[in-house]
């Protein structure tokens, strides 16, 4: 299964780099070809992922989405608009071929004649090819290598566990998965108006390459994290001047054991909000882009004048770009939406020479306005045709009202937590309040002195507050991200946001506004984002629970870091303008610190659950996709808790395995009956704790866990921690008893040490009452 | 147009293309004609065996000598003189088991040394409320139970136990139900459903649709249930509808239940068999694997009718039976893959001046020859001629004309078999099997021994019409025994009436039986009588053992091992290997072996 779960976490790879890379790299070849390797990779993904993900959603909302139509739609119609493009070309080169063939099937030309004039063609196109495939490599050579390396490390950092482990890792994506599930059939939307994003893209290889939706929640993780990183490294690289800071910042990120496990986990499930990362930094990658084409190009310049310019021409790229990728993040995630809306803030402050100028602001302004257009036209068209929005948007449109606390679970606690704050800080104010009256009231005869105290009791507060959130951005970093040393990690952070913002001032003072300005912009970022972090202690709300805020920080910190070790290379650079030796002295500060890290936190190792942590056995999975291969869809059940209730939609049916004990223990001698041929009974021998760990945690079922009363709580509780435990312990005896009761039809299917699968064949004219007294129906 | 001169080489060229084209029309026949040793049966020497009466398997009674012997046995509760008793018993003759019969359950000893494979009862030797303690003590040490015939309604209503014991509810003392629905995996040849969907006119029902109405409960499996529709068009839930046949499983034990007489009919050994089947993990049994179809009084080589078959038929006889009827047969035979045995009737008539015409005679077996087909003799007249008075009758036609060919068996109603069998026709010489007719058979044997060394087989099924209850029995006679003999009664087609059916009409109702009953019957060996003789033969003289180790199976025979055929049935099981054999699949779970050695090994894997 391991084996398997590698290839085909390697063959979703190819598939997602052919539809987001290789496709659009095919289609917009002439329009990037003036652009770097980083930009074009970043301009793919981007224009990939939007086509992607519009196209599903026009196909959803005409109801005539299928691998068809989609397929049409996207190769179909990238082959289309590659042979019109090149039709001129195409049609000299066919007329050639023509001639030949036709010349030698006339036998106007020989044998002879015509293979050489074949093995010439072809060697030519061959020989071009390898010359073109020479420069290539000439200027990217050990660019790629050092890429391929560090993709190889993410893709073990994060992808060993989905190749290691074959269940889902979060109880969310059963959820994602019947939303899927239901694009299938036309039904967008669902269960509401939610960010379909990923839905679409995940869907589209479904429905084109008819790869099992939740195959590929289960390892599409790969992809998922390592187009992350790579966009990541993209920006990076694009924005440093020194080929190696985006490497060492993102392997220091990647595989360095320096930040909180919680902070990265998450790049090992296969959720929305992390596969909108990827679209967080190229839209503000292009934002700077089009800042430095548009300084190139005429104050005024008149649309039609505009191709003469190859700058403006840029620049209305970029903005598009970065319109188009500010919309994705609307399109996937808003939580993304968030984060980029951030690092426009400080945009506007790296850029705020610039920026309030009209040829900037209104552009960008226009593309805001495209992108934020673009993000929520197909949200607003299902609202406006009447679904309801889903229920955690509701939910985070009131977190960000300010009307509920950003962590659901801990809404009350938070609240008096808050409430709390709010009351010491408010005796404190008119402590402070009343100790300023009675000074003043003292202090009535000398206005001097009185302005002198007030100014000191400014300076007193400001300190106090600063102190304040000192120290509560040490211990929240302590507790969330940095465990080792948060002092550390502050210190650098602020350090360095001030070291940036110094030589943005300077180099922008310094002829190189753009790198100025995205020192700053950089910096100013880092800074909101971890005000986000401690919104609650600074007095701001809470528009994102840390937990969440944490997986941004620490990305965008990467970006932080890579500026941070560009810095020296280049103000070498503005010394020595030779590519050579400032890329030299960046491999050598890059080395040094990428050794020292690892050498004071050593390597991180790949992430991978324990069974326990997983959501599912190895052998539920293994179990799913033989009983998918070897039946006939529509012929069988499963007889599980709640997870592959939506992983069988389209091939079979699922029956809870609470519904059937609570029949069995309600209705003892009703008759229970599920009327396909074949039933799959799943009990975890070992079950796993989903998600609520337990004293108990990881012990077998048994008899005692069978007699104790039937836990019957709503939605997933019952299936969690040790109530699971009671509920596989009985669903075991039952199956055990149905067995010896008919032992020719119910047979053990699969059993490993954790889990068992039985299978019930049964005649669907005369169908198995599958209520039995097994000794534990209470 | 220009002008072609036929050249030479054209000529010679068209000359012989279409010398060719007659040669490759021509040839078949010539060799056919020439080469068809149609004067002789061919089964004659191929079928011989010295296999009498004296090696048929006999079954042990005494309880002393059950118990010692190495062979499995049964209890059963009842009397063996009663129609169930007689099933029974012929069931354990068939499967070699020996039998212990107790009159009451409470004459029940058990020993411990062995238990029988099961207990099998007729519920007029049952006192429910005397034997129901005794019963349950007999599941609680894992012994089976088999009610052949069910209590009384009202003993399931007085006793709960009862109830419980055979998992059932009482619903209703009596209904009449619309049809009956056999289940997958119980009898071979799937499910089937002798209801009203598949016989809208009621043409063919027949199964017994009275009976008490008993509501499965939880632990039981129905195999067989009757369909009752709801009362005002409240639909009954398939899994209430009155059970026919079920399993109510205990918890070390089994008890099946039979709600109606099948078990009083000698189709019940399939039943019985099926049931053994669902009781143990691995059942193997010796079966015939023959099935053969009777084609009775046909040909008639004397045109007796000529003026009736002239004024229905506007033809003549002879050209009735070889342009008509004799082409519809062969198409059924090659439809139904069925090979027919010709019981061949010379005259009907002895007392008018219809003689036999040689030339139908030749015409006819050369065509039997030619379809490997054997013939027979058949005692039918219609005038009052005695047996033997025919036979020699007989016997000087066939002397005359076809002196070589020796007859195996004859066609003859019940009542004539003695005179048959004490015959001293010449004709009767190599006489070796007496075909009863079908509608002489009482659903009480299958073959026997008429003296050492005539065997008796009786027509079990009539293929003239199609009926649901004969095709339930073509069903068990496979499950038991992978055994039929279906007659197909051709006796007056030459004697068309106003009363009678015509031929068109008379095909038509026989291809439908035929082909039904036949139909999954695609492994089991097709054979003329002869050959069923033969197999029969072996089939009553057969004993074995089997033992059972691991995933192996060790099969030992007794005597002569060659051509022995075993049934082998697995719960959950494949068959995947076979020394000393060889075996095909009938269906899940079952397979055909045919015994090369006096030893088989069977190796069983389990189906996932």
């Excluded at chain 1, 967080?280 to 505009?306: D, G």
């Excluded at chain 1, 008119?430 to 202090?443: F, H, K, P, R, V």
């Excluded at chain 2, 030749?362 to 005692?379: K, M, P, S, V």
């Excluded at chain 2, 004309?401 to 048959?420: D, G, H, M, Q, T």
Aim: charged content about 20%.
């Amino acid at each position: 299964m391991h084996v398997i779960n590698a290839l085909q976490s390697l063959g979703i790879l190819v598939l997602y780099t052919i539809l987001v890379l290789a496709v659009p790299a095919a289609v917009l070849s002439r329009r990037i070809s003036g652009r770097r390797l980083c930009e074009k990779f970043l301009i793919c993904i981007i224009a990939g992922n939007f086509y992607i993900i519009n196209i599903v959603f026009i196909l959803q909302f005409m109801h005539i989405s299928n691998g068809f139509t989609l397929f049409l739609s996207t190769f179909g119609a990238a082959a289309a608009f590659l042979i019109v493009r090149d039709r001129v070309r195409l049609k000299s080169k066919l007329a050639e071929i023509w001639d030949i063939f036709g010349r030698f099937l006339r036998k106007t030309m020989g044998r002879r004649t015509f293979s050489e004039l074949c093995r010439k063609n072809l060697g030519t196109k061959f020989k071009s090819l390898m010359s073109r495939l020479g420069v290539f490599l000439l200027q990217y050579g050990w660019e790629l290598i050092f890429v391929f390396i560090l993709s190889c490390v993410i893709c073990v950092a994060y992808g060993s566990n989905s190749v290691i482990n074959n269940g889902y890792t979060v109880s969310d994506i059963p959820v994602h998965n019947y939303w899927i599930n239901a694009m299938s059939d036309n039904d967008l939307f669902v269960a509401g108006v939610y960010p379909y994003g990923f839905h679409c893209i995940i869907y589209y290889m479904h429905a084109v390459f008819g790869i099992d939706t939740y195959v590929l929640l289960r390892l599409f993780t790969v992809t998922s994290a390592l187009y992350i990183h790579l966009a990541l490294f993209a920006f990076c690289r694009g924005v440093c001047r020194s080929v190696y800071p985006a490497y060492a910042a993102v392997f220091l990120f990647a595989a360095v054991n320096m930040l909180n496990r919680e902070c990265v986990i998450r790049y090992i499930n296969n959720l929305p909000q992390e596969y909108g990362m990827i679209f967080i930094l190229p839209s503000i990658y292009f934002i700077f882009e089009f800042f430095r084409h548009q300084k190139r190009c005429p104050a005024k310049l008149k649309l039609s004048a505009l191709r003469e310019y190859p700058d403006a021409v840029m620049a209305a790229e970029d903005l598009v770009y970065a319109a188009v990728s500010f919309s994705l993040t609307i399109a996937v995630h808003f939580y993304g939406t968030m984060i980029a809306g951030l690092f426009c803030v400080g945009v506007v402050a790296g850029f705020c020479g610039r920026f309030f100028r009209p040829r900037y602001l209104l552009k960008i302004l226009a593309a805001f306005v495209l992108g934020v257009f673009l993000g929520v036209l197909p949200m607003a068209a299902a609202v406006l045709m009447g679904k309801p929005m889903q229920g955690s948007i509701g939910w985070g449109l009131s977190v960000i009202s300010g009307s509920e606390s950003a962590t659901g679970n801990n809404t009350i606690v938070n609240e008096g937590e808050s409430s709390r704050e709010e009351q010491s800080s408010q005796g404190q104010g008119d402590e402070q309040q009343s100790g300023i009256d009675g000074q003043g009231a003292n202090q009535q005869g000398s206005s001097q002195e009185t302005d002198k105290t007030s100014v000191s009791e400014m300076i007193k507060r400001l300190q106090g507050i600063s102190i304040k959130t000192y120290n509560s951005l040490v211990s929240e970093i302590e507790e969330w991200v940095f465990p080792s040393d948060s002092v550390f990690y502050v210190w650098f952070m602020l350090i360095s946001c001030a070291v940036l913002i110094i030589f943005g001032i300077i180099s922008g003072i310094c002829s190189d506004y753009d790198y100025g300005a995205r020192l700053i912009t950089a910096a100013v970022s880092i800074i909101l984002i971890h005000v986000l972090f401690i919104a609650d202690t600074v007095g701001l709300p809470m528009l994102m629970d840390r937990n969440r805020t944490r997986i941004y920080m620490t990305y965008s910190m990467t970006a932080l870091v890579a500026m941070d070790l560009d810095l020296l290379p280049y103000f070498v650079s503005r010394l020595i303008n030779e590519k050579r030796f400032y890329n030299v002295v960046s491999l050598i500060v890059c080395t040094v610190v990428c050794v020292r890290a690892v050498d004071v936190y050593g390597i991180r190792e790949p992430i991978v659950y324990t069974a326990s942590e997983m959501l599912e056995t190895d052998g539920a999975v293994y179990c799913l996709g033989k009983i998918i291969k070897e039946n006939e869809d529509k012929t069988w059940t499963i007889l599980s808790a709640n997870d592959e209730l939506r992983m069988i939609d389209n091939h079979g049916y699922h029956y809870e395995t609470l519904e059937l004990l609570k029949e069995m223990k309600s209705y003892p001698e009703s008759r229970i009956t599920i009327p396909t041929k074949y039933i799959y009974v799943y009990v975890e021998k070992i079950p796993v704790d989903y998600t609520v760990e337990y004293e108990g945690s990881g012990q077998r079922i048994s008899r005692e866990g069978a007699a104790e009363t039937l836990p019957q709580f709503s939605g997933i509780v019952s299936y969690t921690g040790r109530y699971r435990w009671i509920i596989m312990s009985k669903m075991y005896y039952w199956a055990e008893e149905f067995r010896k009761l008919f032992p020719e039809d119910m047979s053990i299917y699969y059993e490993d040490e954790e889990f068992i699968c039985y299978k019930l064949v049964q005649n669907t004219s005369n169908l198995y009452n599958l209520n039995i007294d097994f000794g534990y129906r209470n | 147009m220009e002008n072609i001169n036929l050249s030479k080489r054209i000529y010679f060229t068209v000359s012989s293309l279409m010398l060719l084209v007659i040669f490759m029309f021509q040839f078949s026949g010539i060799i056919r004609k020439k080469y068809n040793s149609f004067d002789e049966n061919r089964y004659e020497k191929s079928e011989m065996t010295g296999l009498n009466s004296n090696d048929e398997f006999s079954v042990i009674t005494s309880e002393d000598d059950v118990i010692k012997s190495d062979s499995r046995y049964i209890v059963y509760i009842g009397n063996l003189d009663s129609e169930c008793g007689n099933t029974v018993y012929k069931w354990c003759s068939y499967t070699k088991r020996n039998i212990v019969v107790y009159r009451s359950v409470g004459d029940y000893h058990r020993y411990n040394e062995k238990y029988p494979d099961a207990v099998l009862l007729d519920a007029e030797y049952v006192n429910v409320s005397k034997d129901i303690t005794t019963l349950s003590m007999l599941t609680d040490y894992g012994i089976n139970l088999v009610f052949c015939t069910l209590p009384s309604y009202d003993d399931f209503v007085a006793s709960q136990w009862l109830s419980q014991m055979c998992g059932v509810s009482p619903e209703s003392s009596q209904i009449t139900a619309s049809g009956i629905k056999l289940y997958d995996g119980f009898l071979f040849g799937g499910e089937t459903w002798y209801t009203k969907e598949n016989d809208p006119d009621g043409e063919f029902q027949d199964m017994q649709l009275t009976m008490p109405w008993y509501r499965t409960m939880s632990g039981t499996k129905t195999y067989m249930s009757a369909v009752l529709d709801g009362v005002s068009g409240e639909e009954i839930e398939n899994e209430d509808q009155p059970a026919v046949i079920w399993r109510k499983s205990l918890d070390h034990a089994y008890v099946f239940c039979i709600n109606g007489d099948y078990i009083k009919d000698i189709s019940g050994i399939g039943i019985l068999t099926a049931i053994m089947s669902e009781a143990s993990d691995y059942e193997l049994y010796p079966v015939v694997d023959a099935q053969t179809v009777v084609v009775k009084d046909y040909p008639v080589l004397a045109f007796e009718h000529e003026d009736k078959v002239d004024e229905y038929y506007s033809r003549s006889t002879s050209s009735l039976l070889e342009n008509v009827i004799w082409p519809d047969i062969t198409n059924l035979a090659e439809a139904s893959g069925a090979k027919f045995t010709f019981m061949t009737a010379p005259q009907l008539n002895y007392s008018d001046n219809n003689l036999v015409s040689v030339r139908e005679l030749d015409y006819f077996f050369r065509l039997f020859a030619e379809i490997d087909a054997e013939a027979g003799l058949t005692t039918s007249r219609d005038d009052l001629t005695t047996v033997e008075g025919k036979l020699e009758a007989d016997n000087s036609v066939f002397s005359n004309y076809l002196e070589n060919y020796k007859f195996l068996s004859i066609s003859a109603k019940k009542s004539e078999i003695s005179e048959v069998v004490q015959s001293e026709s010449e004709i009767l010489d190599g006489l070796r099997t007496v075909v009863m007719d079908a509608d002489d058979h009482r659903g009480t044997g299958l073959f026997s021994y008429i003296e050492n060394d005539i065997l008796e087989l009786e027509s079990i099924i009539s293929g003239d019409k199609y009926s649901f209850y004969s095709d339930f029995r073509a069903k068990c006679f496979d499950t038991a025994l992978a055994y039929k003999n279906i007659e197909l009664n051709m006796s007056n087609v030459c004697e068309p009436d106003k009363s009678e059916m015509l031929w068109d009409e008379n095909i038509k109702l026989k291809s439908t039986a035929l082909i039904s009953y036949m139909n999954n019957s695609g492994v089991y060996s097709k054979c003329s009588v002869a050959e069923t003789d033969k197999r029969v033969r072996e089939f009553l003289s057969v004993n074995y053992s089997y033992e059972i180790e691991g995933s192996e199976i060790t099969v030992k025979i007794d005597g002569n091992s060659s051509g022995v055929r075993f049934i082998l049935r697995t719960r959950s099981g494949e068959l995947t290997g076979i020394s000393g054999g060889t075996y095909a699949m009938i269906e899940t779970g079952a397979y055909l072996i045919t015994a090369d050695s006096s030893q088989l090994v069977l190796t069983v894997s389990d189906r996932n």
